[in-house]
């Protein structure tokens, strides 16, 4: 049962007064005790429960409401989640990734994680002989029950925030055989002690307090989590800027997970390779499976070309420069070669930053999901079944 709010709940861009606990480029998180007396009043979906820290044993971090897949009976929507404990270690992180679950509209819309791949398929573990070779950290809106979250509705004090933690099998059967969605992996170049640094920070804040925490589609999300878990742990000129200079408006490539790629390829932390995604499950979607056609494929040959960026650059520049004196001729000579001057360099970065969007949407690799996990985990193809179904 919902209580109303002293807080007002009008739609905002900018949500100044609650900002991630990461965010290294504005205020901190404000939690007033009117938000914690709030959300003790929801009545919150009971499958998203928060995980606690158990023990910490150097590296290895045990949690509880570990998430290690989801039982099978009835229709995907009804499909009941098996949780339970499980050990981490954190020294054994092979690659990261930050993935995004694309849906409707891709253009903008989508589901932000991060996704550790392990060096061996035992470094996650649980009960009863439990294990996996990796883990996910899905931030997601806390629901009340009865209540669907929406794009705007994110932007109002209607949703809470959970960090939830799950086994890697977990994640890719949720996304590509219960909901049928494709899983895009955007591998991350960090070194060994960037990797561990950033799954301590990932496990950390998934068993943090976030009581009175609210969810906002912009400026505290799934997406902007995974930005300010990764700016944590890299040098100050690859951190992604979160605000805008002036005004401290949420910047997009920041804010929209559609442009996770692109943004991370414009700080030189994406990997120099194909961009996996995973494909729906074939036998449930069969309609949904994606492939990288003609056009895309060559759009991906050219954007590798070395001249590809500085040619977008030069042309950004050029057609910036060009409506920057138009706008400033407006109030003279002088006005104009000003304009000029400040257009050109705003298209300068708007063009090299087109080229990485076209370079990350264009040089990707469909995989099938199964096949991906059996080649990252080597275990054989009944087991990688066995765990992406949870069927025994």
């Not at 950390?204 to 925490?213: N, T």
């Not at 605000?243 to 120099?272: C, D, I, M, V, Y």
């Not at 080649?375 to 193809?381: A, D, T």
Request: glycine letters at 10%.
């Amino acid at each position: 049962m919902l209580i109303q709010s002293t807080h007002s709940n009008k739609l905002t861009l900018g949500n100044r007064g609650q900002v991630s606990r990461r965010d290294r480029y504005r205020s901190e998180l404000k939690i007033s005790e009117q938000d914690r007396r709030d959300h003790l009043a929801i009545d919150w979906r009971p499958e998203q429960t928060p995980s606690s820290l158990l023990k910490r044993e150097g590296d290895r971090y045990t949690v509880s409401n570990f998430r290690w897949g989801f039982d099978e009976v009835g229709q995907p929507g009804d499909w009941k989640p098996d949780n339970d404990q499980a050990t981490v270690d954190v020294s054994k992180v092979k690659n990261v990734y930050l993935a995004i679950e694309p849906f409707a509209p891709e253009i903008v819309a989508g589901h932000g994680l991060m996704v550790f791949e392990m060096e061996n398929d035992s470094d996650v573990s649980g009960p009863n002989g439990k294990q996996d070779v990796g883990f996910a950290v899905s931030v997601e809106a806390r629901r009340p029950v009865g209540k669907e979250y929406g794009l705007v509705s994110g932007m109002k004090k209607n949703f809470g925030m959970i960090y939830q933690l799950g086994s890697l099998s977990d994640q890719i059967q949720k996304v590509t055989r219960q909901r049928g969605h494709k899983l895009v992996l955007h591998r991350i170049e960090l070194d060994d002690e960037q990797k561990k640094k950033l799954a301590q920070d990932a496990l950390d804040a998934s068993v943090e307090d976030r009581l009175g925490e609210w969810y906002h589609t912009l400026t505290n999300s799934c997406f902007t989590a995974g930005v300010d878990l990764v700016n944590g742990v890299v040098p100050e000129d690859q951190k992604m800027a979160r605000w805008t200079k002036h005004l401290r408006f949420s910047r997009l490539n920041t804010s929209l997970p559609a442009l996770a790629g692109a943004t991370l390829k414009s700080k030189g932390l994406l990997a120099e390779e194909p961009i996996t995604f995973l494909n729906p499950d074939p036998n449930i979607w069969p309609e949904k499976q994606g492939s990288v056609g003609a056009l895309k494929k060559g759009l991906a040959y050219t954007s590798r070309s070395a001249l590809f960026k500085p040619a977008l650059a030069v042309a950004g520049a050029g057609a910036g420069g060009a409506v920057g004196y138009a706008i400033g001729n407006c109030f003279g000579e002088i006005g104009g070669y000003i304009g000029a001057g400040l257009g050109a360099l705003s298209g300068l970065g708007t063009g090299s930053y087109t080229a990485d969007v076209i370079a990350t949407k264009t040089d990707q690799k469909p995989t099938h999901a199964e096949q991906w996990y059996m080649e990252k985990s080597g275990v054989s193809r009944e087991e990688a079944r066995r765990r992406l179904s949870s069927q025994d």
